[in-house]
């Protein structure tokens, strides 16, 4: 694509070639902001079928389930709670399945001349250019982050932050934005380097365990349990899951539930105890004990927090 112009049947318009841009020069201004499918009024249960798009501008998606699959380009991925899309300008893309998510779309430079009180998503228009730049093409299209929780932090506070649409919003989310690039750079950066490669990508059994958790988390999961749906003893799981994963099972449960709880605080008006019973809580107070251990907050104050 670089240095041609490429006739976009889907926009009816010319695609500009692809521009270098120095580090110092990217200023994302956010356009638009939306959690899909919540803002629409639909479900999961009522998602639509999405037809195939092409991008019109920088887009930065995470998913917030453990389902649904992603047409990029020419490849189709599998999608799972805390995975962040990058699609730069002009790829094909599709929704194949249901999923939940927060979108960010961006002007990377600030300079298409495109702003969010006239912008309308999806509406055919001018393709931005697709940036070269050695930060920006660090960058994977598909990231599974070591910090789950960081970036739906990040994503939150960015789509709250642009429906607040005070005269200070422009340059906080340009700062949420940048975090979040950021973040994705640092992780691209670490996957290329063969040494600090997370196992748990490549080990079939650890992917197996950590699929069943995150299906099974809201009732009582024990170790034995775990060891035989994978085929291996439970002393030697154990073993293998603190040498790919960094933690023990127990833990990965734990982080689990919390991360779920804090999934619904965010997304739903549920009680609070009602919340601990779905996640797999023995009880209330060791809900609120175990959250405010990982947040350094009760559930309580995050949800309004989060508002």
Not at 256 to 281: M, W
Request: hydrophobic share 35%; net charge neutral.
């Amino acid at each position: 694509m670089t240095g041609t112009i490429i006739f976009d049947q889907e926009a009816n318009m010319l695609t500009g070639p692809s521009s270098t841009v120095q580090t110092g020069d990217l200023s994302p201004t956010v356009l638009f902001c939306h959690r899909f499918p919540d803002d629409y009024g639909l479900t999961l249960e009522t998602f639509p079928q999405l037809p195939l798009r092409r991008t019109y501008d920088y887009e930065l998606e995470i998913y917030l389930t453990d389902a649904g699959s992603m047409r990029l380009s020419e490849e189709q991925f599998n999608l799972q709670r805390g995975a962040v899309v990058f699609r730069r300008p002009g790829v094909l893309t599709q929704a194949l399945a249901p999923y939940r998510c927060c979108s960010i779309i961006i002007d990377m430079t600030g300079r298409t001349g495109k702003n969010r009180d006239s912008y309308t998503h999806k509406a055919p228009q001018q393709i931005q250019p697709d940036y070269r730049n050695a930060f920006l093409d660090s960058i994977l299209s598909v990231t599974i982050p070591e910090e789950t929780e960081k970036l739906i932090y990040l994503f939150d506070r960015a789509y709250t932050e642009y429906q607040a649409n005070w005269p200070q919003t422009p340059v906080i989310l340009r700062a949420y934005v940048l975090e979040i690039l950021h973040a994705l750079y640092l992780e691209a950066t670490r996957q290329k380097d063969p040494v600090l490669i997370h196992p748990r990508k490549f080990h079939k059994s650890i992917r197996r365990a950590t699929a069943f958790i995150h299906e099974n988390y809201a009732r009582k999961l024990l170790l034995q349990e775990i060891a035989e749906y994978v085929g291996l003893s439970a002393n030697y799981l154990s073993r293998l899951f603190i040498d790919c994963m960094g933690i023990n099972i127990s833990t990965y449960i734990t982080n689990t539930r919390v991360q779920k709880a804090r999934e619904l605080l965010v997304y739903t008006t549920l009680p609070v105890a009602d919340i601990a019973t779905l996640c797999g809580f023995d009880s209330q107070a060791y809900f609120i004990y175990v959250f405010n251990r990982v947040f350094n907050m009760t559930p309580g104050r995050f949800r309004t927090q989060s508002i």
